[in-house]
């Protein structure tokens, strides 16, 4: 048993070693085999790749030859050109010359006409003194004294002739400029011949229905009479179907009494504490509204740039009149005018306009300041640095100042265009109103006063004291003395009425 287990060992084990002998040879047959084809692959590279440098070699020298072959070719073909170019060069070198030598002929010849002419004109000087000399021998006279001799006698010849002429030039250039002169002024007026606003002295407001006036008026009147106390403004409800009048010689308390009187119709809301609510309101939206004003004739004319305080004090015009013309629209229609002249006579345009626009804006504080609209003018714009030319063309509109430049003249002239054209003014319309503002001025200068009205076109005055200052005795004097004064310093068509209001309100609050 261990004999054959041991010849099992043997036997494998040679079996083994011979398999591992057998498999080195093999492995060495490989390799030998491998190394062979391995070199012969190297080989067969190295002829390809030496027959591929020789073909590259071989190619690189045609492309070089072929590219000195074209080298020489350009070169060969540069200096034919060179030596065409230089052909040509010598022949207008030649042809210089040619001209050069031409020239110099001709300046030689140019040279020796000179001298010629030059001999001409001694021979021609010298044959002109010769005649002037046997002439003045004959004449018995020099050349000065025979020009002047020539001269009387053509001018005692034509003396009568000239000055006939020379008159009929002047009237016809006079005519002339007098004609051209209506023309623009005829098409100035035209162009801007606007009628007045009807409303001088009363405004009225539709109303949606008649039953307004009874809320209007209120119960016993309380309302109207509490409207007219806030206002200053006469009501006047009558039989006319949807519309209420409202009268003051005032144009900012009637604007100011139409904005409230419309509110407290679209409200509803119509008694004394509201109405003076909202007149209190109308007052305070005034500026708002004179701004706008002056906003639009500053557009409508095409003046911009102004100081925005100007303007606001410029809005103040359209609430002021003169002789029935609202100043505003006067001071617009001006400045239309002004541009159209000075276009026509070559001035500035700007500065007339300007100057015509603002010539009357001293007359929006006239009440408030001392002095002439024109001196009160001139002190608010150079207040905000307004141009030197423009002041100089809005100070002589009234010829308190000289003519300085041509656009002063021109405000001038459109100033009386616009305040001369037929329908313009009313003379007695701006009497009218100074009256009612001298009652008012005279009642106001009272001590005690807070605020008086002249209402009933000036056939009332009704005068508002402190209760505080004022006693109802002292009420009852001041209504006499007042009576008294109107009489001594006033002068007024028939009789005025002199009411003097004297109103305890007391007022507490519950909380």
Do not use: W
Not at 246 to 263: G, I, M, P, Y
Not at 284 to 303: F, H, N, Q
Request: proline share 2%; net charge neutral.
């Amino acid at each position: 048993m261990n004999l054959t287990l041991f010849t099992f060992v043997a036997l494998g084990g040679g079996v083994l070693l011979f398999g591992g002998i057998l498999g080195y040879f093999l492995r060495v047959l490989l390799l030998l085999g491998k190394k062979g084809s391995m070199e012969l692959t190297i080989k067969t590279r190295m002829v390809e790749a030496e027959s591929k440098a020789s073909r590259i070699v071989t190619e690189a020298g045609h492309k070089a030859n072929d590219l000195l072959e074209e080298t020489k070719r350009q070169i060969a073909e540069k200096e034919s050109q060179l030596h065409k170019l230089e052909e040509r060069l010598l022949k207008k070198d030649e042809l210089l010359d040619k001209r050069q030598v031409d020239i110099d002929k001709e300046v030689e010849g140019i040279k020796q006409k000179i001298v010629e002419v030059k001999e001409l004109k001694e021979r021609l000087e010298k044959s002109r003194e010769e005649a002037e000399s046997k002439l003045a021998s004959i004449a018995k006279l020099s050349e000065s004294e025979a020009k002047e001799e020539l001269f009387r006698a053509v001018e005692k010849k034509s003396e009568e002739d000239i000055m006939v002429r020379m008159q009929k030039f002047e009237i016809q250039a006079e005519e002339k400029l007098d004609r051209r002169a209506k023309d623009i002024l005829a098409t100035c007026i035209q162009r801007v011949a606007n009628g007045n606003a009807a409303e001088v002295m009363t405004t009225s407001l539709p109303i949606p229905s008649d039953e307004v006036k009874g809320k209007i008026i209120g119960k016993e009147g309380r309302n109207i009479r509490a409207f007219e106390r806030v206002t200053g403004v006469e009501v006047l409800i009558d039989d006319t179907p949807g519309v209420i009048v409202l009268s003051s010689f005032d144009s900012v308390r009637r604007h100011v009494a139409r904005a409230a009187l419309d509110t407290l119709i679209k409200d509803g809301r119509i008694q004394p504490a509201r109405i003076e609510e909202v007149v209190e309101k109308a007052k305070k939206d005034l500026d708002k509204i004179m701004r706008e004003k002056a906003e639009a004739a500053l557009v409508e004319t095409g003046l911009f740039n102004l100081d925005p305080r100007l303007v606001a004090i410029l809005g103040r015009l359209h609430f002021r009149t003169s002789y029935g013309q609202n100043v505003l629209v006067h001071s617009t229609e001006m400045a239309h005018l002004a541009g159209m002249l000075a276009t026509e006579l070559g001035a500035d345009v700007q500065v007339a306009k300007t100057g015509a626009l603002l010539h009357d804006i001293g007359k929006a504080v006239d009440h408030e300041v001392q002095g002439t609209h024109v001196e009160i003018g001139r002190k608010i714009l150079q207040k905000f640095g307004v141009d030197n030319k423009i002041v100089q063309a809005m100070q002589s509109h009234h010829e308190e100042y000289p003519y300085e430049t041509l656009e002063s003249i021109i405000v001038q002239t459109a100033d009386a265009i616009s305040g001369g054209r037929p329908g313009a003014r009313r003379d007695s319309v701006e009497n009218y109103l100074k009256r009612l503002t001298d009652l008012e001025a005279l009642a106001n200068n009272t001590p005690g006063v807070e605020k008086s009205y002249a209402i009933a076109a000036g056939r009332e005055i009704r005068v508002f004291v402190n209760p505080q200052t004022i006693s109802d005795l002292d009420a009852l004097k001041m209504a006499q003395d007042l009576a008294r004064r109107i009489e001594a310093e006033l002068r007024y068509p028939g009789e005025i009425k002199v009411c003097v209001i004297r109103e305890t309100r007391v007022i507490e609050h519950a909380r």
